[in-house]
């Protein structure tokens, strides 16, 4: 007998993991947010975290984050977009992207309203395009999201993930620090 692994999409929770530069990034991901639940989710259930720039290569938060990322289906990286993502956060990125797995999460380019992908918003969208490239994902810019996604995966292409990740690190491989989730938050 031979038994297959199907995750039903109806109890399946889409993971989505945002990735925000500053304040004005993280409420376009908020804005964003519904654009994106229409396109991948079709009804599912969404778990959905956030971590800011700053937060990346903290000795605190580092294991949290790759263990969250590692469950994403999809990452969506929201910064102004007239620059290359800095050096250290597109390292990040690349990392979990890679700890994702296989199939690769469908990366998401966030920038600033008004900006064209293929204009000012060029360096952000390049540089997601680049790891995407790398890693074998799909990369998208914020405006692909209210175009049609005939070359991004939909709902129903994207990965079925078990509830549990097996993903870059097993939850206890590395020490934690105690840090809560959203230390920080309103400091």
């Known amino acids: 007998m ?11 929770t889409l993971k989505v993991v ?6 004005d990034a993280a409420i376009h991901c908020r804005k ?21 720039f700053s ?10 984050i790759l263990i969250d ?19 250290r956060v597109a ?3 690349e990392m979990c992207v890679n700890g994702c797995g296989k199939p690769a999460p469908v990366l998401i380019a966030l920038h600033a309203d008004g900006l064209e992908p293929d204009g000012e918003a ?24 209210q175009r049609s996604l005939e070359d991004a995966r939909t709902a129903d292409a994207l990965p079925c993930r078990a509830a549990r990740i097996v993903g870059v690190l097993e939850p206890g491989t590395f020490p934690a620090t105690g ?9």
């Open 2 to 12: 031979r038994s297959e692994s199907k995750c039903p999409r109806a109890n399946h």
């Open 18 to 23: 945002f990735f925000y530069e500053d304040f």
């Open 32 to 52: 964003a947010f519904d654009s994106i639940a229409d396109k991948f989710c079709k009804g599912r259930p969404i778990d959905a975290s956030s971590w800011s």
């Open 55 to 64: 937060m990346l290569g903290s000795a605190e938060f580092n294991a949290a």
């Open 69 to 87: 990322a590692s469950a994403a289906e999809v990452i969506v990286v929201a910064s102004r977009g007239d620059r290359e993502l800095p050096e």
């Open 91 to 93: 390292t990040w990125i």
């Open 122 to 145: 060029a360096p952000l969208c390049s540089s997601l395009e680049s790891i995407a490239s790398r890693q074998g994902a799909v990369a998208m810019c914020g405006g692909d999201l």
């Open 179 to 187: 840090a809560h989730r959203w230390w920080g938050i309103n400091e």
